[in-house]
Every structure is written in C-alpha cells, then in structure tokens.
C-alpha cells in the first residue's frame, strides 16, 4: 500500500460536550473523503457502502511516512557536518601557513 497518499488526508477537530467540560477530538475525515485518496483505507458493510475508517492502517502509514522524513533529515546534517569539516581543516592549514610566515 502507497504510503504518500496519507498526506493528501487533513485531520478534522469537532468538539464534544460531556459533563460540562469541553472535549477536543481529532479524527480523519469522513470515509467518503478518505475513500477518495485511497479506497484500501476504508471499511465496507455487507451492502458494500462505507462504514469506517482503517485507523490502524492510517496509523502505520503516518508512522512510515514520519520515519521516511527522519531518516532523511538525519541525513542531511551528516552530509553539511562533513563538507564543513573539510573546509575547517583547509581554512586551518592556510591560517597556519600564513601564522609561520
């Protein structure tokens, strides 16, 4: 299953009154929204019309996607880590040469 269609999906917050207190819920959209990006992420009843969503898939498929966009992050100051490391290292031996002169 493509994980990239998952960012397409936005996250709904309605609120819910419950003994006088108010109560935020996150959830996706509706299943026909979901459906729309991708029809594997929804559940069908016998009739064959909507019924839920796959939450423990959606969950799988943001915890891949979060772990893509690490994985790609932890790369990038490696590679900015080692080119200014490099340039340090000139930088010091043409401070040094101009120091002996």
Same mark, same amino acid.
């Given at each position: 299953?493509?994980?990239? =269609?998952?960012?397409?999906?936005?996250?709904?917050?309605?609120?819910?009154?419950?003994?006088?207190?108010?109560?935020?819920?996150? =959830?996706?959209? =509706?299943?026909?929204?979901?459906?729309?990006?991708?029809?594997?992420?929804?559940?069908?009843?016998?009739?064959?019309?909507?019924?839920?969503?796959?939450?423990?898939?959606?969950?799988?498929?943001?915890?891949?996607?979060?772990?893509?966009?690490?994985?790609?992050?932890?790369?990038?100051?490696?590679?900015?880590?080692?080119?200014?490391?490099?340039?340090?290292? =000139?930088?010091?031996?043409?401070?040094?040469?101009?120091?002996?002169?």
């Amino acid at each position: 299953m493509k994980t990239g =269609s998952i960012q397409l999906l936005h996250p709904v917050t309605s609120s819910i009154l419950a003994y006088d207190t108010h109560q935020a819920r996150h =959830s996706l959209a =509706s299943p026909e929204k979901v459906a729309a990006v991708n029809p594997d992420l929804v559940v069908r009843d016998a009739k064959g019309e909507l019924s839920t969503v796959r939450y423990e898939v959606v969950n799988a498929m943001l915890l891949n996607e979060f772990l893509k966009e690490h994985k790609a992050f932890l790369k990038e100051p490696r590679k900015n880590y080692k080119r200014v490391r490099r340039g340090s290292k =000139s930088e010091l031996k043409r401070l040094l040469r101009a120091y002996k002169k």
